[in-house]
């Protein structure tokens, strides 16, 4: 029988026993031994009295499950979606009642359009005062229901395995995507001997053979074909599957998303992202795996480039992912790396001669070459003020293979993720379809528990800076060292430039010229410094790298200079 929380048993909620798959302890014990089991390694967390039991738990776990502790909840839940991301299993992130769950919605929906497992613990008001105005007394679930898999509340302590296993599950299910679960005060505090449930093995998600034929026959008669691997072949762990499907069937490839670095960057390879434009405009045939049919991708439309419409296909990780909104020439559902490694096995199968399109892939990279040539003068500029290309141009010159590069801003980021192409995959981190600004700290701060030994650099604006700086407190207590480049033009780029173009002014759109961001790191503990001008950058950047320590580079850069965009994603 469980032991009901009083005040009088906090202490002896503490002892812990653990013997083969039955665990005694309180809640937050029970819901930690769960997530151990789930590959869970670490806590993101910002300190709350309604879910102490959990940080007890974690604590006195064997081995201790790591807290790292942030200064605003949406970091807390940034920095488990970010985990999740890179290490490709659960992210946990444990958020206190009320405000503390409030605070965090806005991460947990980046999660949700990012197809991130992540499981959100919240506390909870106690049941037997509910009603009666306890402090932080909300009923959360349906506040976050529209933007997760699933949101609950568990009230009885003997329900918490179970429901967390449940939660973990569901999170890492294909399509993937962030749970929640408030835990009531009582069921936390209280005792109760459980068994501890064994994640089995996940549910297989063969493909439907006939709907890989059916594109296997498209891309027999393509003559411009592309393929377009995006975040989710990471995901999938279809890396691999995904490279000997283009080189196999010789594809010219457009990355998206975490899909970046599946494919080396190099003129002479498959890898064709610079000639982005070309590529969708000419195409006949364009499969996208992995990738939502969003903004990002034109919503689907390519092709009419002097000839019809492409032919669209869409590779997916589960059936209710495959776009409605446009005519698809085909879909296929299931695990990317068997969608990917049958789709290669059927197109070989075919028989008769596939048209050729050396030609077509020939052409795609002279375009991408040109491309490349073209950016050698912005990213060498010498304007003063500091061209934001600039940034780029010595940056490359310290990054390593290894580095994993985050993006959170606007027409800063914008400009990297066009002059930044990642060596490895998996290694490129930005606030997705959502687009919502603050992912950088959280995204930061996970990066490097879960890569320790690679360069961590994030590349922030400067009106990105005022969602989550605070954090650069957490890197130091925690000492993480991480790079941190801030574009700083004293402007919403995004909004000022469109504004004056539609009415011939802008208003809410200007920031400290200059504001010394490097300072506010200093004050936190970290170091920095101002850059003013393009010959002082690179050695900037080489201390920063060699510092150790978190580094924020704070580059004051030209306001008058706009991202060229084709969409504004509206």
Known sequence: MPRRWSPASIRSAREVTVGGTTLEGHGGALAVAVARRHGVEEVF????GHVFPLYDGAVRADPPLRLVDVRHEQTAVFAAEATAKLLRRPGLAVLTAGPGVTNGVSAITTAYFNGSPVLVLGGRAPTGRWGSGSLQELDHPPLVATV?????????????????????????????????LDIALEALFSQATAELPDPGPPAGR???????????????????????????VWADRAEDAARRCAET????????????????PGGDGLLVTRARSLAFGAADLVVVAGAPLDFRLGYGSFGGDGGPPA????????????????????????????VLDGLTEAVAALPGRRPDTSGWLARLRERARAAAEGDRELLDSDADPIHPARVYGELRRVLADDAVVIGDGGDFVSFAGRFVEPARPGNWLDPGPYGCLGTGLGYALAARLARPSAQVVLLLGDGAAGFSLMDVDTLVRHRLP???????????????HPMRMLYGYDVAADLQPQCRYDQVAEALGAAGELVTSPAQLGPALRRAFDAGVPYLVNVATDPEVAYPRSTSGL
Not at 45 to 48: E, K, Q, R, V
Not at 249 to 264: D, S
Not at 325 to 336: I, P
């Open 482 to 496: 991480v790079v941190i480049v801030c574009g700083n033009n004293g402007i919403w780029g995004l909004e000022k």
């Open 249 to 264: 069937l010789g594809l010219p490839v457009v990355a998206n998303g975490q899909g970046r670095g599946i494919l080396p």
């Open 148 to 180: 997760t898999k699933q949101a609950g509340t568990v009230g009885e302590v003997a329900d918490i395995p179970a429901r967390v296993d449940e939660a973990l599950v569901l999170a890492a299910e294909p399509h993937r995507g962030p749970v929640f």
């Open 311 to 338: 032919k669209v296909v869409h590779l997916v990780d589960a059936p209710g992912q495959a776009a409605a909104h446009l005519e698809l020439a085909g879909s296929v559902a299931g695990d990317l790396g068997l």
């Open 45 to 48: 967390t910002l300190s709350g």
């Open 206 to 232: 063969e493909p439907d053979p006939d709907a890989l034929a059916g594109v296997a026959r498209l891309l027999g008669q393509a003559e411009r074909p592309v393929l377009v691997l995006g975040s989710d």
